[in-house]
């Protein structure tokens, strides 16, 4: 069964730094753009990062030279290293595979916690 199986949240103090992972079965990794959404509470979920198979990255402006997303190939795996965190990149992160030319269009991670706080 495809999936996504995210690990690496967790409690960090402000300017910490967290590395986030998902890695992906089956076919998802060769077909799908990998990427990380983040839902804080009482907010709706946003997009953080999006990397593509041929490695272009994008980001949203708040992480912009804080967040680097990246994937290893060979162990069909991205990950969403986070370095000067915030007590604002408090949220729930979810790892997302988009391609909008197959069904299912989307899959997503099971969620994990970052709380950024003294």
């Known amino acids: 069964q495809d999936k996504l199986v995210e690990s690496g949240g967790g409690l960090v103090q402000p300017g910490g730094s967290l590395r986030l992972s998902c890695t992906a079965s089956g076919n998802i990794f060769s077909l799908y753009t990998m990427g990380w959404y983040r839902q804080a509470p009482g907010k709706q979920r946003e997009w953080v990062a999006t990397?593509?198979?041929?490695?272009?990255?994008n980001y949203i402006d708040s992480v912009k030279g804080r967040f680097t997303i990246s994937i290893d190939n060979a162990k069909n795996t991205v990950y969403l290293q986070m370095n000067s965190l915030k007590p604002e990149d408090t949220a729930v992160y979810y790892c997302?595979?988009?391609?909008?030319?197959?069904?299912?269009?989307?899959?997503w991670g099971q969620g994990t916690q970052v709380t950024v706080s003294s």
């Open positions: 990397i593509t198979s041929g490695g272009r990255t």
């Open positions: 997302n595979a988009n391609n909008p030319w197959v069904a299912p269009k989307n899959y």
